[in-house]
């Protein structure tokens, strides 16, 4: 297989082809519902803030109290959160944990304790260890930014249950597979398992409508 470092509209294509080549599986996914997109986001303090908020909580409660966020602010940056302060974003729906969070994640920013402009040019081991080492990002939180936002190629997000439940089908197992399982099928899909665990939400999102 090619090794890129990170995934494009152009690599994601070239992956595709390569794993549906190797895996019958997933070619069945791609023939019903066609390439998955990138789901790109933007690098930042305000996507780091909407990830820590999707932890645990549907998606669409997430985005609820992003937008709320995004109005309050008018416009998410650290300066304007560390001036809300946690009680601020607990008015905004935050729980009392996650307005911890994000409140000192703001704090190390703005005191340039961290740096994700630099965080978006250091290899993926480098990069996720800076983010563990921020209070309230877990290893799910720092994949999911290192898989969406820095566009790395082979991150895969343990713990992810969408991607347990669509694997689950994919593969006709009796039962939804455990983080040391999924794992170890998605070991195969290496060097590519970031767009691999697109091709997995785009069919439990495909399948949902």
Wanted: net charge positive; with cysteine; aromatic share 6%.
């Amino acid at each position: 297989m090619t090794r890129l470092t990170r995934v494009t509209n152009d690599s994601l294509l070239t992956a595709v082809d390569e794993l549906t080549d190797m895996d019958d599986d997933l070619a069945v996914v791609i023939d019903k519902f066609g390439p998955p997109p990138l789901w790109a986001r933007k690098p930042g303090y305000a996507t780091l803030v909407h990830i820590i908020l999707e932890q645990q909580v549907s998606l669409a409660s997430a985005k609820a109290i992003f937008d709320r966020l995004k109005t309050a602010t008018n416009g998410i940056t650290p300066e304007a959160v560390t001036k809300l302060k946690v009680d601020g974003l607990r008015d905004l729906g935050f729980t009392g944990q996650k307005a911890q969070y994000c409140h000192g994640l703001a704090e190390l920013i703005v005191s340039k304790q961290l740096d994700l402009k630099k965080l978006a040019r250091c290899d993926e081991h480098t990069a996720r260890g800076n983010l563990l080492d921020v209070r309230g990002i877990g290893p799910w939180t720092a994949d999911i930014y290192l898989l969406m936002v820095l566009r790395h190629a082979d991150i895969w997000p343990d713990g992810d249950f969408a991607l347990a439940e669509s694997a689950r089908k994919i593969k006709r197992l009796r039962k939804r597979p455990d983080v040391k399982k999924l794992r170890k099928i998605a070991d195969a899909w290496s060097p590519w398992r970031s767009v691999a665990a697109r091709i997995l939400w785009h069919a439990y999102l495909s399948e949902r409508r």
